[in-house]
């Protein structure tokens, strides 16, 4: 009598398709992640004047004046220096050395 052998099978998945369920989730995370990149929020005029008196009292008090202002609902820390620098955040687009808007 003969006996018939099944063909021996490997529950699992192999290296190459994991490979590539893993670039593809990647590559939907970049795609979501460059969708949910916002514009930079520009600081209006009463950020550009509220960054405007900080320097001016900086610059005549000869000590750094600091304060923080709400952009797109959180909080943000700007300095103004003796020396007349501005130090905001990259998003607000201001001049480090004037403290006005940059325009692009």
Do not use: N
Request: glycine share 8%.
């Amino acid at each position: 009598m003969t006996e018939h052998r099944r063909p021996q099978t490997r529950a699992g998945v192999t290296m190459t398709e994991l490979m590539v369920v893993l670039v593809l989730l990647g590559l939907m995370a970049a795609v979501v992640g460059l969708a949910w990149r916002r514009e930079p929020a520009p600081t209006g005029q009463a950020g550009q004047d509220s960054i405007a008196v900080a320097r001016h009292q900086a610059v005549t008090s000869g000590r750094v004046v600091r304060f923080q202002m709400t952009v797109d609902g959180r909080i943000v820390t700007i300095a103004a220096l003796p020396d007349g620098r501005v130090f905001a955040p990259a998003e607000l687009h201001v001049d480090p050395l004037t403290g006005l808007p940059l325009h692009e």
